[in-house]
């Protein structure tokens, strides 16, 4: 099987545009979440998506965006884009969404990362 | 504030050592799981310990979990140079509405050398 796909691997981008990162994950996977590195404070969770509806949210502000789609491909969006934005964004695909305390195995794509000037 | 915190932050050892890391953690889980990245690159999921195992094996990795004390290991053993990575612990925390999210800790930077 073909593993989780991210588009595009590196973007550089100029402070208060926006951008629209893409995942698509394993075939079969409905569940896609969105995790943001930066060296500063680690891995964040932004967001899941399981079968077209947002299932969590992170502590990241409204600016951070994102949908999932019938066939389980995934976009987030980042408006009016700050230097703090600067990261790398990866996107990871379970087979199973999350549920009370359960979590599953989750599969990364090799990440967006996005550098804001 | 991370739900998994690992120690030690960074890891030197030669080829052939056995590589210790560890991870605590504050609230209760129904699992832990680890993970390894390369530098800069996505996340590779390595193995999966549930809170009614108390230690877990894949190839040359064991993992032991402890509820009592909040904590899990994990011990590469014969390591290689190829083992360089980072390396981070895993927990969901369940939220309002019976759904989770997955925290990671800051990662134990281990470096092989040969």
């Known amino acids: 099987k073909a593993g989780v796909t991210q588009t595009p691997r590196y973007l550089i981008k100029t402070r208060g545009q926006q951008v629209t990162l893409s995942c698509s994950p394993i075939?079969?996977?409905?569940?896609v979440s969105w995790y943001q590195q930066t060296p500063g404070q680690g891995l964040q969770f932004l967001f899941e998506?399981?079968?077209?509806?947002?299932?969590n949210k992170g502590n990241f502000p409204g600016r951070f965006s994102g949908r999932q789609f019938s066939n389980s491909r995934s976009e987030m969006n980042v408006s009016t884009l700050e230097l703090g934005d600067s990261a790398l964004y990866l996107c990871?695909?379970?087979?199973?969404?999350?549920?009370?305390?359960?979590?599953?195995?989750?599969?990364f794509g090799p990440g967006t990362r996005l550098t804001v000037t | 504030s991370q739900q998994g915190e690992e120690d030690p932050q960074a890891l030197s050892i030669q080829e052939g050592e056995n590589a210790t890391m560890n991870c605590s953690y504050k609230?209760?889980?129904?699992?832990l799981q680890w993970y390894r990245q390369n530098s800069g690159r996505g996340l590779v999921h390595l193995i999966l310990?549930?809170?009614?195992?108390r230690e877990k094996h894949s190839g040359r990795l064991r993992v032991t979990l402890d509820t009592s004390k909040k904590s899990s290991s994990l011990l590469i053993t014969a390591s290689r140079a190829a083992d360089t990575a980072s390396y981070f612990c895993?927990?969901?925390?369940?939220?309002?509405?019976?759904?989770?999210?997955?925290?990671f800790g800051a990662g134990t930077r281990l470096a092989v050398h040969p």
């Open positions: 990871a695909s379970s087979l199973r969404a999350s549920g009370g305390s359960s979590s599953y195995e989750q599969y």
């Open positions: 310990i549930r809170s009614n195992e």
């Open positions: 075939s079969g996977h409905r569940s």
């Open positions: 609230t209760s889980i129904n699992n």
């Open positions: 895993a927990t969901a925390r369940e939220i309002a509405g019976g759904y989770n999210k997955l925290i």
């Open positions: 998506y399981f079968s077209e509806t947002q299932r």
